[in-house]
């Protein structure tokens, strides 16, 4: 499966965002989904991830509360709807995939190439 991360852009601190995990091929279905985030000079991190299913949603505790994850099979797409963004919250987002997965898989075989999101104080 190939998947396209878009929608990221400046967003002033407070505001919402919402990325799109695009994927091709017609089994996306059976694919969990995670968000990841790179900051500059830090390691990336897991941000949250759906399941194969729809059904489970995992958050990690910075984004709780600010950030929804979602699915849409039909549309074979993934969205990150992130809201009251922070300074912190700025890196550059990833979608990844594994088939079969829960929301807290932790390795993916699939990658997009990321959408830098940039949150301005």
């Known amino acids: 499966v190939q998947l396209q991360a878009s929608g990221g852009g400046l967003v002033q601190a407070g505001g919402s965002l919402r990325l799109s995990c695009a994927a091709s091929?017609?089994?996306?279905?059976?694919?969990?989904v995670g968000w990841f985030r790179q900051a500059p000079g830090k390691e990336r991190e897991f941000v949250t991830g759906?399941?194969?299913?729809?059904?489970?949603?995992y958050y990690t505790d910075s984004v709780k509360g600010r950030f929804t994850i979602s699915r849409d099979n039909a549309k074979n797409t993934v969205y990150l709807q992130m809201s009251s963004l922070k300074p912190e919250d700025t890196a550059v987002y990833y979608c990844?995939?594994?088939?079969?997965?829960?929301?807290?898989?932790?390795?993916?075989?699939?990658w997009g190439q990321g959408t830098l999101v940039t949150v301005s104080s």
């Open positions: 091929g017609r089994t996306f279905s059976t694919y969990a």
């Open positions: 990844a995939a594994v088939i079969y997965g829960s929301s807290r898989s932790v390795t993916y075989d699939y």
């Open positions: 759906i399941s194969w299913t729809g059904g489970g949603t």
